[in-house]
């Protein structure tokens, strides 16, 4: 039973319902079990190579994952062995958002405690992120009109803003973190930047069609 099972958050301000949210989400990730995980990094490399979006693709944005997150590095692997070029989320001086590639796993380190993983090498500055035909971006939840449950920093809502209009923005979940709008919709604020396609372990979504 889901923790959210006996909270209802339609009657919440958004903000606190978010809360609600990534908490009830946080707690059930942290029971998958490591070998479960690794299994599904697989499979989203999969669902995601297979979509018709990649064909042709030269540049991908890509978040590395952290624990108890859906994996991507099978994925950005997969990526870098084909020649595209990943980009990669990275924080420069004063916490000023921009981007990195990806050169190998061997260069994407953590640089202070629960800061995501990061790629090594040159800081790319924010619209570089215009460069990449489709962005991978980390979700805590999603649901069938494209709502994305970030981390609640907004860090890919103000990324978002440099990306080319029109690219596929994939947002990866597991399959009980993607929600129907009509029985469960998730929290939306005005900032919130939707996603138009949804992966997860079982099913490929996309919004709208």
Not at 10 to 29: C, E, F, I, L, Y
């Amino acid at each position: 039973m889901s923790p959210l099972s006996h909270i209802d958050t339609r009657t919440m301000p958004p903000a606190a319902a978010k809360k609600a949210w990534r908490s009830a989400v946080r707690q059930t990730r942290l029971q998958r079990g490591e070998r479960r995980i690794s299994e599904h990094a697989k499979t989203f490399r999969d669902h995601v190579l297979a979509l018709p979006e990649m064909e042709g693709v030269t540049c991908v944005s890509v978040y590395a994952s952290r624990a108890h997150e859906p994996g991507t590095l099978p994925l950005i692997d997969a990526l870098h062995e084909r020649g595209v070029e990943v980009l990669m989320p990275r924080l420069g001086d004063g916490l000023v958002r921009g981007w990195g590639i990806f050169s190998s796993a061997e260069n994407i380190v953590e640089r202070a405690p629960g800061r995501p993983p990061e790629p090594t090498g040159e800081f790319l500055p924010p619209d570089r992120l215009a460069d990449a035909q489709m962005i991978i971006v980390p979700a805590l939840a999603a649901d069938t009109n494209g709502t994305r449950l970030g981390q609640g920093a907004g860090w890919y809502d103000r990324a978002l803003t440099e990306a080319t209009p029109g690219v596929p923005i994939v947002a990866l979940v597991f399959d009980d973190e993607f929600h129907d709008t009509d029985t469960r919709a998730l929290p939306r604020e005005r900032h919130d930047v939707p996603v138009t396609i949804v992966v997860t372990p079982s099913s490929v979504a996309r919004i709208g069609a």
